[in-house]
T-cell receptor, first 117, second 116 residues
Framework: GAVVSQHPSWVICKSGTSVKIECRSL??????MFWYRQFPKQSLMLMATSNEGSKATYEQGVEKDKFLINHASLTLSTLTVTSAHPEDSSFYIC?????????????FGSGTRLTVV | AQKITQTQPGMFVQEKEAVTLDCTYDTSDPSYGLFWYKQPSSGEMIFLIY??????QNATEGRYSLNFQKARKSANLVISASQLGDSAMYFCAMRGMDMGRRALTFGSGTRLQVQP
């Protein structure tokens, strides 16, 4: 239970184009989704927190116009990297809040490796 | 503000031996939770173990145990009988009191390599 399906698992795009990453909760309702970015050999850094039906809360230093987050339903949250540049190349991973003992509150998508060329 | 510190960028261990991965934390919240995750090269985050700040006993999950020393603000992960498949990045993370919306704060990670 408490599975988050994240797609795509990897994507290569040209500089200047936009990329959308989806996280779907398959067997539960995700009222809150966290989006993280992880550069190679570094830790997970929180980018933003999204709550269903409201605007996302972005961490300091994260450009909200560049990283568009939509959480329009209880089962789908999306992150769109607009006008991507090589420095946006990173591993992006979502995490949903869950209830129940199995994960003590959090379950993760499998991540998306973005390469901008 | 919360902070997680992992001082071991890399660790080596022989297969079948035990290894301890260090984690210290800092928080002003009276109630908090501590997590350990394993991240293999595929990138997925695999939940290993959880310790609540008010739990009286140290958490254990199979070969994983958490050495929780609240006064020292440390939550070290002990892996017993290491296996080759344990080679991965390991992250310590913390959740604060506002569990409803608070994201996890992660440490910098420790890369564990198990040698045959």
């Amino acid at each position: 239970g408490a599975v988050v399906s994240q797609h795509p698992s990897w994507v290569i795009c040209k500089s200047g184009t936009s990329v959308k990453i989806e996280c779907r909760s398959l067997d539960f309702q995700a009222t809150t989704m966290f989006w993280y970015r992880q550069f190679p050999k570094q830790s997970l850094m929180l980018m933003a927190t999204s709550n269903e039906g409201s605007k996302a809360t972005y961490e300091q230093g994260v450009e909200k116009d560049k990283f568009l987050i939509n959480h329009a339903s209880l089962t789908l949250s999306t992150l769109t990297v607009t006008s991507a540049h090589p420095e946006d190349s990173s591993f992006y991973i979502c995490s949903a809040r869950v209830t129940g003992r199995a994960f003590y509150g959090y379950t993760f998508g499998s991540g998306t490796r973005l390469t901008v060329v | 503000a919360q902070k997680i510190t992992q001082t071991q960028p890399g660790m080596f261990v022989q297969e079948k031996e035990a290894v301890t991965l260090d984690c210290t934390y800092d928080t002003s919240d009276p109630s908090y939770g501590l997590f350990w995750y394993k991240q293999p090269s595929s990138g997925e985050m695999i939940f290993l173990i959880y310790q609540g700040s008010y739990d009286q006993q140290n958490a254990t999950e199979g070969r994983y145990s958490l050495n929780f020393q609240k006064a020292r603000k440390s939550a070290n992960l002990v892996i017993s009988a290491s296996q080759l498949g344990d080679s991965a990045m390991y992250f310590c993370a913390m959740r604060g009191m506002d569990m409803g919306r608070r994201a996890l704060t992660f440490g910098s990670g420790t890369r564990l390599q198990v040698q045959p």
